[in-house]
């Protein structure tokens, strides 16, 4: 273990992480991930444990219309926008982040004015597996290169925008990760990423 890494385990040690508990799909994949880097994050919906917490993070795997139809029985769709602290959406979660997805026709929470479209079925649909993502910039690909691999599941895309930090191209080219003030989301799954998504999330967890 590094000096580096050694001095940043208090930190980490007495950081509150919220991972939010709507029942989506990849939340224990994401528990481990944040135990390897020495987090133990809460799962939670109560309000006031994520208004609270230093980082909260959305994540996501399913329907955009029944992941949304949970978070508005728990109340969810109102905080999550009002949080203050950094947000990061995973997958489904960066859709969920957008303005409309067409899975289902399904209004968002609007964080990003942005529409979550279909894939045209040109190609194997969905997008599955390790693919090159490049346009890196802000915090969160900090000592990233460009080119690196990353892994994604998705039949929807969120189009290119002044808010895309990155990008990657599969059918046409699109935003695999976005930020908006104290709000970050990716469509790739940083926690089934290997190392390189594991240094998105502890630049995430270092902000």
Known sequence: MSHSERSEEPK???????????????????IFALNRLGIEPVLTADHAELQSADKVILPGVGHARSAMDALIYKGLDKLIPELKQPVLGICLGQQLMCRFSEEGNTDCLGIFDLPVKLFAPTEK????????????????????????YF?????????????????????????????????????????KSGKAGESVLRNFIGL
């Not at 390790?130 to 290169?145: C, H, R, S």
């Open 125 to 148: 649909v969905p997008h599955m597996g390790w693919n090159q993502v490049d346009q890196l910039k802000g915090k969160l690909f900090e000592g990233i290169d460009s080119g690196e």
């Open 12 to 30: 980490y040690n007495t950081m509150k992480l919220a991972i939010i508990d709507y029942n989506a799909g990849n939340t224990q994949s994401v």
């Open 151 to 191: 892994y994604h599941v998705h039949s929807y895309y969120v189009p290119l925008s002044e808010f895309a930090t990155a990008q990657c191209d599969y059918i046409l080219p699109f935003s695999t990760a976005l930020n908006r003030d104290n709000f970050y989301a990716t469509q790739f799954h940083p926690e």
